[in-house]
């Protein structure tokens, strides 16, 4: 029996010369690599990881047994039932959030092993699609089960189906940069930014929170989907370098930077608001800021000058919203939680005070000072309500928020062909700029309430809008104990 | 009595809102909103203090007894409202 290293360089040489078609349209250009790289460069494509089909098969039965073990030994301690509703927001957001997401990256995947160039290219990527099957499937497996326990569960399969609107941002998001683009854009912005930069954080970090909070499940689902990321992320990084010998380093600059730049408003508020404030204290294994330095600021910029790249124009513009964008969206998405299909935690008592602020100084006198405000309120008894509908970015879909403090807000707006688009930022308006008759058309939800979609155009019509004037709606996942807590802690205080 | 869309920030605030404003409304009848839409969080910087309004990018507030319907506002215009 021969090893694999020794057929596995002949066996995947699939470049064969089409007889019947030509190699135009075997690939043509605007599905697969519309930067013109040569066949010979392509023909270069060198995967960092080799597989062979059987031994990934063998691999992938392990780790399903050792997963699904785990669900049945898990189902039996009751650990959703007993846990906290604090972890529940948590789990409900990202099953919500994630595993349809996955469901949409095999379309990514599945265009890669189609119209790919590069034969390795194809090759990983026909275990990539394999992945995204399993960790869709897992993922809408573990929290079928607790839709019994908690109607919000079901939401799992459903937040991506409706008109929520995280739901409508990530779409926008994974329409925009996994499916709708040619294989070679693809590659770098579905593997290398989304999938290299950020989901190692998100799976790795709240592995470690999970495994702290006890939730040994989860635990062993995100872990069990990381190993496979790990792997077909690689995809990305030599298509990059491919780029670059081809002389088309302007051009893959743009891709990576407008793909990191929308990634990273997306797991800034899936990420950041479950590390920052759902997770309790005692089981937070760092701060969102940390893991963003540790992960990306110091690991993804490595890589990305060590492939001949520069760090993206914006680089300082990140480094600000780490500050405070998932502070931002966080207070954003509780005053509106009814659109939310978890009950969020206020999270902010005496004890998670003192964290923010020791993590991130200057919390108390910005943020701190916003939720005092909302504290009066609550400890009077009355249920604030929104009375204004929010203002969402054209590009990001998420809120349009401002760091407090400073006066007066910019308002960004871009006039294309006669019509105002509204940016939350910057790079989301440069990214429009790239690309107008790309994103031109799209409907936001301020443009669908103006329009008379949203009935009333109110908050409560909002709520109905988003497929939530019901049980599922959220609210405070901790029956506002932190407001109490501080009323408490206060009171010791002052003898 | 007609409706206009605009976009109102408050001083302090993090929130961009959209709001309809009616062109009856006096300027005062706005700022007052901003102990409405700014909720619990912008009672403390906002209750019992004059409030102003201005066109956002402008440095002049209008009038507290000017009708929206004379202030030339358009859809989605800015509007900055701040305690003075």
């Known amino acids: ?9 002949i066996a995947r040489q699939t470049n064969w010369t089409p007889k019947f078609v030509t190699k135009e349209e075997l690939f043509p250009a605007e599905m697969s690599d519309p930067y013109d790289i040569p066949q010979e460069l392509w023909e270069t494509y060198d995967e960092p990881y080799k597989v062979s089909y059987s031994e990934y098969v063998s691999v992938q039965r392990e780790k399903d047994l050792g997963t699904y073990s785990v669900k049945a030994a898990v189902a039996r301690q009751n650990f959703v039932q007993k846990c906290d509703e604090r972890w529940r927001a948590i789990l409900k957001f990202h099953f919500g959030g994630v595993a349809l997401a996955e469901s949409i990256s095999q379309l990514g995947e599945a265009r890669l092993v189609r119209f790919g160039k ?36 079901a939401w799992t ?18 329409d925009d940069i996994f499916i709708s683009r040619d294989a070679t854009t693809t590659a770098v912005m579905l593997t290398f930014a989304f999938e290299t ?33 790990a792997r077909h992320a690689q995809i990305g990084a ?12 302007k051009e893959a600059q743009k891709i990576l930077d407008i793909s990191f730049w929308r990634t990273w408003k997306m797991f800034s508020l899936l990420t ?22 540790e992960w990306i600021i110091n690991q993804f910029e490595r890589q990305v000058l060590d492939l001949g790249l520069e760090r993206p124009w914006y680089w300082d513009i990140l480094l600000d919203e780490i500050e405070f964008f998932h502070h931002a969206m966080h207070i954003g998405s509780w005053t509106f939680r009814k659109t939310l299909w978890w009950n969020p935690p206020g999270a902010t008592g005496p004890e998670e005070r003192a964290w923010l602020e020791e993590k991130y100084p200057g919390w108390g006198e910005t943020w701190g000072r916003l939720w005092e405000g909302y504290s009066r309120p609550i400890l009077e008894g009355k249920e604030d309500e929104p009375q204004s509908l929010l203002i969402v970015c054209t590009m990001c879909h998420l809120p349009m928020i401002h760091r407090p403090g400073t006066w007066p807000f910019p308002l960004r707006t871009y006039n294309y062909e006669g019509r105002d688009y509204l940016f939350c930022c910057e790079p989301c308006q440069w990214i429009f700029e790239q690309e ?32 939530l ?24 205080k002052a003898g | 009595m007609a409706l206009t869309p605009v976009v109102v920030m408050i001083k302090g605030d993090f929130l961009y809102h959209l709001i309809a404003v009616d062109s009856e409304q006096t300027v005062a009848e706005v700022a007052a909103l901003a102990n409405v839409i700014g909720m619990g969080r912008m009672r403390p910087d906002c209750e019992g203090r004059t409030l102003a309004v201005r066109k956002h990018k402008t440095t002049e507030p209008f009038p507290p007894s000017m009708k929206i319907a004379d202030t030339g506002l358009q859809p989605m215009d800015g509007l900055d409202i701040y305690p003075v």
Do not use: C
């Open chain 1, 436 to 467: 107008p008759d790309r994103y031109k058309g799209y409907v936001t939800l301020n443009e669908r309430a103006l329009a008379g979609e949203i009935m009333p155009p109110t908050y409560e019509g909002a709520v109905k809008f988003m497929s």
């Open chain 1, 118 to 153: 590069g034969p390795g290219m194809r090759n990983m990527a026909t275990f990539g699609l394999l992945d995204e099957l399993r960790h869709g499937q897992i993922q809408l497996s573990f929290p079928h089960d607790w839709v019994q326990i908690d109607r919000q569960f």
């Open chain 1, 469 to 492: 004037d019901n049980e599922d709606a959220g609210r405070d996942g901790t029956n506002y104990a932190w407001a109490f807590d501080n009323q408490a802690a206060k009171a010791r």
């Open chain 1, 157 to 174: 399969h459903k937040a991506l189906h409706t008109n929520e609107w995280g739901a409508i941002a990530l779409r926008h998001l994974l």
């Open chain 1, 238 to 249: 030599p298509v990059l370098s491919l780029m670059v010998k081809a002389g088309k380093k």
């Open chain 1, 272 to 293: 950041g608001m479950a590390m920052d404030y759902y997770t309790p204290v005692a089981q937070r294994e760092g701060s969102f800021k940390e893991f963003m330095e």
């Open chain 1, 197 to 229: 930069a950020f989901t190692n954080m998100q799976f790795l970090a709240l592995a470690a929170d999970a495994a702290k909070a006890g939730d040994v499940a989860f635990s062993s689902v995100i872990s069990s989907i990381q190993t496979d990321e």
């Open chain 1, 1 to 9: 029996m021969l090893e694999r290293s020794e057929w596995y360089d």
